[in-house]
């Protein structure tokens, strides 16, 4: 299968939320919450979906004014799709628009004991910043992680 990636709309709305359901066991966002990321200015939602025209995937992206770093805020592929590249094709896809607003920085939060998405994350270039204790709402702990967009800002993570 492959997965056809474009930028979420307001019609994504129920599909969203019943791929949160079905990805997360806590921390997901409500219906309310999540309208709120589709319509916000500073925000950038990503979806991907497959041949049928259902939702397989979404990430979003934070952006703050005046701030050289975006946030990948939530990311999340189903179940039946994962290993299949889509994960790393919607990252792909939110780096190039970190890039196209000249962001330096790339920064996440992942659970501590989500192997699958830290081993994604590593492969794509993010390193360990450090441990947030008690992050998520069942207690379980999370690892912040970071990845330098340009060459200039490698060598600082590098020697740093």
């Known amino acids: 299968m492959t ?3 474009r930028p979420a709309q307001p019609s994504d709305l129920a599909a969203l939320c019943q791929l ?3 990805c997360f066991a806590t921390d997901h966002f409500n219906r309310r919450q999540l ?12 979806v991907a979906e497959n041949d ?5 995937g ?4 934070l952006l703050r004014r005046n701030s050289r770093a975006a946030r990948l ?3 999340c ?6 290993g299949q590249g889509v994960g790393r094709r919607l990252l792909d896809t939110l780096e190039g628009e970190a890039r196209e607003r000249d962001c330096e920085w790339l920064t996440l939060e992942v659970r501590a004991d989500n192997r699958r998405a830290r081993a994604l994350y590593r492969r794509m270039g993010f390193g360990l910043r450090r441990w947030l204790d008690d992050y998520y709402a069942d207690g379980c702990a999370a690892w912040q992680m970071e990845k330098a967009l340009f060459a200039s800002d ?4 590098a020697s740093g």
């Open 52 to 56: 049928a025209k259902c939702l397989v």
């Open 154 to 157: 490698t060598a600082q993570v």
């Open 3 to 5: 997965a056809l990636l």
């Open 20 to 22: 949160e359901q079905c």
């Open 58 to 61: 979404y990430a979003t992206l």
């Open 35 to 46: 309208a709120h990321l589709l319509k916000r200015a500073h925000a950038v939602t990503w």
């Open 77 to 82: 592929v189903h179940p039946d799709n994962q």
């Open 73 to 75: 805020y939530s990311f």
